[in-house]
């Protein structure tokens, strides 16, 4: 029991490491989630001004935010549209951002995004929907010609055009195995890891 145990974390542990080396570079395709770090400051960040506000536990809009931190919307910056729904029926609004940044490693995509959310803290670009919400998600697409995309969707958002629901596909590792893996891997980490992203405060 003890064997299979151990070899189920080092299983984790080998696929881990080859994610978090691989480059994040999604040139042709949609985001993916933020890099665990960036997650947590972005929760920090919006938890100073709405606590109750909490990252998405389902990842929906983790995974609907990928739709629109793409290269193709490299140069826009502001409000979208997104007429779609959550699974529970509630309305959602996205905002889409960018910034300079040629590498693709998760660490040099943890500064960039960090560069990112520390400007719409100080812009206040994002408080009314932060203010508003009960649950945000959001995506980056790095290798974009020097540049990242970045999205953040909120929910309940300002009214949509409701389109069917599809489920989303992608997987994430929990928090705790991300942390797992880190603690046994040495990954650096570059901001506050101390508290749950998926717990309200």
């Given amino acids: 029991m003890a064997s299979s145990a151990t070899a189920a974390v080092l299983f984790f542990v080998v696929v881990f490491v080859l994610f978090a080396s691989a480059p994040l570079s999604l040139a042709s395709g949609a985001g993916r989630a933020f890099p665990m770090a960036a997650e947590i400051y972005v929760i920090q960040t919006f938890h100073r001004i709405n606590p109750r506000l909490e990252w998405d536990p ?4 983790v995974d609907l ?10 140069s826009s910056r502001g409000e979208v549209k997104v007429d779609r729904r959550t699974p529970e029926g509630a309305s959602i609004v996205g905002y889409i951002d960018f910034t300079d940044g040629a590498n693709s490693d998760v660490n040099s995509v943890n500064e960039y995004l ?3 959310i520390d400007r719409w803290q100080y812009t206040g670009s994002l408080d009314t929907y932060i ?6 998600g959001c995506s980056v697409g790095p290798g974009c010609s020097g540049r990242i995309a970045a999205s953040c969707l909120f929910s309940p958002g300002e ?18 195995q991300y942390q797992l893996a880190e603690s046994l891997t040495g990954n650096v980490r570059l901001f506050d890891l101390s508290i749950s992203p998926h717990k309200r405060y």
Avoid: D, H, W
Wanted: aromatic share 10%; net charge positive; with cysteine.
């Fill in 131 to 136: 203010r508003s919400a009960e649950r945000f």
């Fill in 159 to 176: 009214e949509g055009i409701p389109n069917p629901i599809e489920e989303p596909k992608a997987m994430a590792f929990t928090p705790q």
């Fill in 114 to 116: 960090k560069r990112v």
């Fill in 58 to 61: 389902s990842n929906f809009l």
């Fill in 65 to 74: 935010a990928g739709q629109y931190a793409t290269c193709r919307l490299i």
